[in-house]
């Protein structure tokens, strides 16, 4: 009898560690979009060699670096804020538990609406850059520089329009939820992975169009 409960499994120690679904949807998504951009990457190259580095730095002398560096900054920033929506999140902190003052007191709404803002402002940063280019001559038909930069950008600012209405979902989730939870919380968190990976993808388009003359 002593024999049999000794070789009986406790049930104390038998734990069995899944996978959060919707995290790994999310990664494995991610990884297409990686794969989507490294062919803008590709197409941005293989049109840089085909037009000669004196034309290609001719045609881009006319972006404005130090506008373009500014929207930049606040994008990275964008991402700093919106991990510390994820910390608020993770510790089931919806919104604020003092003024808005007090920036330590921060729940995930308020980080997330600052990060919000901070992405439209890029949005909108980039509107003004293009207006800026088309008056200076430089539009999608106007060169093989003017197609490229257009496509790569344009597809970038795309995908920082949907973050914006993943934050608005994220932001309407967190308002709406009795209670918020592991739900709600764990939107928040996949909304941040994407997010992340859009500015990373940013500063490498930034590095390549506007350093990398």
């Given at each position: 009898m002593?024999?049999?409960?000794?070789?009986?499994?406790?049930?104390?120690?038998?734990?069995?560690?899944?996978?959060?679904?919707?995290?790994?949807?999310?990664?494995?998504?991610?990884?297409?979009e990686?794969?989507?951009?490294a062919?803008?990457?590709a197409?941005?190259?293989?049109?840089?060699?085909?037009?000669?580095?004196?034309?290609?730095?001719?045609?881009?002398s006319?972006?404005?670096?130090?506008?373009?560096?500014?929207?930049t900054?606040?994008?990275?920033?964008?991402?700093?804020?919106?991990?510390?929506?994820?910390?608020?999140?993770?510790?089931f902190?919806?919104?604020?538990?003092?003024?808005?003052?007090?920036?330590?007191?921060?729940?995930?709404?308020?980080?997330?609406?600052?990060?919000?803002?901070m992405?439209?402002?890029?949005?909108?940063?980039q509107?003004?850059?293009?207006?800026?280019?088309?008056?200076?001559?430089?539009?999608?038909?106007s060169?093989?520089?003017?197609?490229?930069?257009?496509?790569?950008?344009?597809?970038?600012?795309?995908?920082?329009?949907?973050?914006?209405?993943?934050?608005?979902?994220?932001?309407?989730?967190?308002?709406?939820?009795?209670?918020f939870?592991?739900?709600?919380?764990?939107?928040?968190?996949?909304?941040?992975?994407?997010?992340?990976?859009?500015?990373?993808?940013?500063?490498a388009?930034?590095?390549?169009?506007?350093v990398?003359?």
């Open positions: 002593s024999s049999t409960t000794a070789a009986a499994p406790s049930a104390a120690h038998v734990s069995v560690t899944r996978p959060n679904v919707l995290s790994v949807g999310v990664i494995v998504w991610l990884s297409s990686l794969m989507f951009f062919g803008l990457f197409m941005y190259f293989t049109h840089r060699s085909v037009a000669g580095p004196e034309a290609w730095a001719e045609a881009s006319v972006l404005n670096f130090p506008f373009s560096a500014t929207n900054t606040i994008l990275v920033l964008s991402s700093v804020t919106c991990q510390m929506g994820v910390f608020a999140a993770e510790r902190q919806a919104s604020r538990t003092g003024s808005l003052l007090n920036v330590a007191r921060w729940g995930m709404i308020e980080w997330y609406t600052l990060t919000f803002v992405g439209a402002i890029f949005v909108a940063g509107v003004t850059e293009y207006t800026e280019l088309v008056e200076h001559g430089v539009t999608i038909a060169s093989s520089y003017g197609s490229v930069f257009y496509i790569t950008t344009g597809f970038h600012a795309l995908h920082v329009i949907g973050g914006l209405i993943a934050f608005l979902f994220v932001l309407g989730r967190a308002f709406t939820a009795r209670r939870g592991h739900l709600e919380a764990g939107s928040a968190v996949v909304t941040s992975y994407y997010w992340h990976f859009v500015d990373v993808v940013w500063i388009l930034f590095f390549i169009i506007y990398l003359r």
